[in-house]
């Protein structure tokens, strides 16, 4: 079945750098759409990037335009969000999913605080 396994969270300092991964299996990675969404307490989830199937286009919300990098590698199945300069209302939940399948992660818990 679909997995999708999110890491690389954790707590960093405002102006901080983090790199979240997202480890697929269970289908064939390089054939869908992937995209990143985070969820901070008390608020819906919420869209943070998006890559197509081949890396070739991305997508950003206006949040985090010029701070995160959305990437992806077919050869590992593992798509990855670059995040730099992080602030304290970047702290949530990131979630990967599948958009096509209707499959997420678990999550993985990154806090920006000093």
């Known amino acids: 079945q679909v997995q999708l396994v999110e890491s690389g969270g954790g707590l960093v300092q405002p102006g901080g750098s983090l790199t979240l991964s997202c480890a697929a299996s269970g289908f064939t990675f390089s054939n869908y759409d992937m995209r990143w969404s985070r969820q901070a307490p008390g608020q819906e989830r919420t869209f943070v990037a998006s890559i197509i199937r081949n890396g070739g286009a991305r997508n950003y919300a206006t949040f985090v335009k010029g701070r995160f990098t959305i990437s992806r590698d077919n050869t590992k199945n593992t798509m990855y969000l670059q995040m730099n300069s992080l602030k304290p209302e970047d702290t949530a939940v990131y979630y990967c999913?599948?958009?096509?399948?209707?499959?997420w992660g678990q999550g993985t818990q990154v806090t920006v605080s000093s």
């Open positions: 999913d599948v958009p096509s399948l209707g499959s």
